[in-house]
């Protein structure tokens, strides 16, 4: 059964235009994560939440928000996507700080 | 100070092999080591995890060794399958925030 879902798998959006992705967890978790994974490279931590507390990567761009209105969801929202925002976004739950983080499927985020 | 470096990039092993991959950290203050792994266009799967108050860990045909006063610790997939082909990742985090910081992943191909 699927513990970290995101939606939508796949997303096309037009250059400058608003997109919003989601990420939703049957596991209770307190902390959950948003990651950029380009081509061939590394996840990349954009920010995450413990609880409702937000913690924001010092070098994500502005352009980058996220909500979390509970404990389930959280959503990314890219205020207008760039060409350079064309990436696998991966949304990670864990239980708290330094125990093991389980990853959503992703969603590919096509800008054109 | 939030380095993880990972090598080699790429690596390609016969089937029955033993795979090796190596990550070295910086940060004294990481206290927990996961592997993940991924295949293409899904996200990633914890592999393995130690913690730097063992040397080594072993679960299955995946062993980590860890070095702590060299500060490095490495992934070895014994019997190397075809089915392990997949990018693998090390990473490393600390209960002052949990993030996890990936190394830059190395692309193992196990042939037939």
């Known amino acids: 059964d699927a513990m970290v879902i995101q939606n939508p798998r796949y997303q096309v959006t037009q250059f400058g235009k608003p997109v919003t992705l989601s990420c939703s967890q049957t596991?209770?978790?307190?902390?959950m994560y948003w990651y950029q994974q380009k081509s061939s490279q590394a996840p990349k931590l954009l920010f995450h939440y413990y609880d409702k507390d937000f913690n924001n990567e010092a070098d994500t761009p502005d352009n980058f928000q996220s909500r979390r209105p509970n404990t389930s969801f959280c959503f990314l929202d890219i205020r207008s996507p760039g060409l350079g925002d064309a990436a696998m976004y991966l949304c990670?739950?864990?239980?708290?700080?330094?125990?093991?983080?389980?990853f959503g499927q992703g969603t590919r985020l096509t800008v054109v | 100070q939030q380095q993880v470096k990972q090598s080699p990039q790429s690596l390609i092993v016969q089937k029955g092999g033993i795979s090796i991959i190596n990550c070295a950290y910086e940060?004294?203050?990481?206290?927990?080591f996961p592997w993940y792994q991924q295949f293409p266009g899904k996200g990633p799967a914890l592999l393995i995890a130690?913690?730097?108050?063992?040397s080594e860990k072993k679960e299955g045909r995946f062993t980590i060794s860890f070095n702590k006063s060299a500060k490095q610790f490495s992934l070895h997939i014994m019997d190397s399958q075809p089915g392990d082909s997949a990018t693998y990742f090390c990473?490393?985090?600390?209960?002052?925030?949990?993030?996890?910081?990936f190394g830059q992943g190395t692309e193992l191909s196990v042939k037939p």
């Open positions: 130690i913690r730097p108050d063992v």
């Open positions: 990473a490393a985090s600390n209960n002052q925030g949990g993030k996890l910081i």
């Open positions: 940060n004294t203050a990481f206290d927990y």
């Open positions: 596991l209770n978790h307190n902390v």
């Open positions: 990670a739950t864990s239980g708290w700080a330094n125990t093991e983080a389980f």
